[in-house]
């Protein structure tokens, strides 16, 4: 059976979402001490104990899932599991399976999605800009209801998460005014997301710019498992190539509709959503009902994966 295997990203992290990977795996602790000596503050504390306000801040939350679910994975390889036949990560999670594919290293990892929260927070307007779910309006749609609501600010559809079901991002007032114009237009649900920087937007360039400068000074190889970019779903394997798809992610929409009918164009039968949450699974499955999805975070659900795909050939 192929399968692939995709990280969630910022909006998946939850007090305590490392326990029982912890509990039932005491080898796993060596990389969240790892992790703690590299962002310079003990993160494992966080994501055990809170406050999850402080989770929930952008430059604490992408490592905290970072580590958590390249911890998940070692265990998933520690455990027998087969090698996918393809990664892909949501948004910060690109960052992750890239770790997971050996294309840069944990250490590396880690301290560049850290920079990548702060940066974003950093560019974020004054109010914090606003990102919202829309549900119910065909991308073609919403596409030009954001163009016609911008005035002169910035309205962008940031996240194509599946057919019918588009995050849009940018400037609050923008965003108000699109949110609006979509409900006019026959939309089914406009729902606010805690998400206050509004990534994968215009407005995220200069922390682009930023991030390109710790970028260009990280060792990056060739993934052993083809990861699928964001931006265009196309997986790359030249260092400087992968440099400029991260860089470009940052102000442009995720493609993971798009992600998952590759998947399917390729024969994949089975997505495993590796870390925290099953945000990916319920996405996957919206997109396309004939992928089978499972979600590892602990021993029994390692377990139950290993079962299903254990023998996988790919």
């Avoid at 006019?184 to 922390?207: D, F, N, Q, W, Y």
């Avoid at 929409?253 to 495993?272: E, L, Y």
């Avoid at 009902?289 to 377990?303: F, H, M, N, V, Y």
């Amino acid at each position: 059976m192929s399968f692939a295997v995709v990280y969630p990203g910022q909006g998946s992290q939850a007090l305590g979402m490392a326990d029982a990977l912890l509990r039932d795996y005491p080898a796993a602790q060596a990389r969240f001490d790892e992790a703690n000596d590299i962002l310079g503050f003990n993160i494992t504390d966080i994501i055990q104990q809170g406050p999850v306000e402080k989770l929930n801040q952008t430059e604490i939350t992408q490592p905290a899932l970072m580590v958590v679910s390249v911890a998940v994975w070692e265990q998933w390889i520690a455990s027998g599991g087969a090698m996918p036949a393809y990664m892909a990560g949501h948004s910060f999670g690109e960052y992750t399976a890239l770790v997971c594919s050996g294309a840069m290293s944990f250490a590396e990892g880690i301290a560049i999605v850290q920079y990548r929260g702060k940066y974003m927070q950093e560019a974020a307007p004054a109010d914090g800009g606003a990102v919202t779910a829309i549900l119910g309006l065909e991308a073609d749609v919403l596409v030009k209801i954001c163009a016609e609501s911008a005035h002169g600010q910035v309205v962008q559809c940031a996240n194509f998460n599946a057919p019918g079901q588009i995050a849009i991002a940018g400037d609050s007032e923008a965003v108000a005014r699109a949110s609006d114009a979509a409900k006019e237009a026959g939309a089914k649900k406009i729902i606010p997301l805690k998400v206050s920087a509004p990534v994968h937007t215009e407005i995220m360039r200069a922390a682009a710019d930023r991030l390109a400068e710790k970028l260009a000074a990280i060792e990056i190889r060739p993934p052993s498992v083809p990861v699928l970019h964001n931006v265009d779903v196309i997986p790359r394997d030249e260092p400087d190539a992968i440099r400029q798809v991260l860089y470009d992610q940052m102000f442009s929409p995720v493609q993971w509709s798009d992600t998952v009918s590759f998947f399917t164009s390729k024969g994949v039968s089975a997505v495993i959503e590796c870390g925290p949450g099953k945000v990916l699974s319920g996405l996957v499955r919206r997109i396309d009902r004939g992928i089978d999805t499972l979600q590892i975070s602990d021993k029994p659900s390692i377990k139950a994966a290993l079962a299903t795909l254990g023998e996988a050939n790919v």
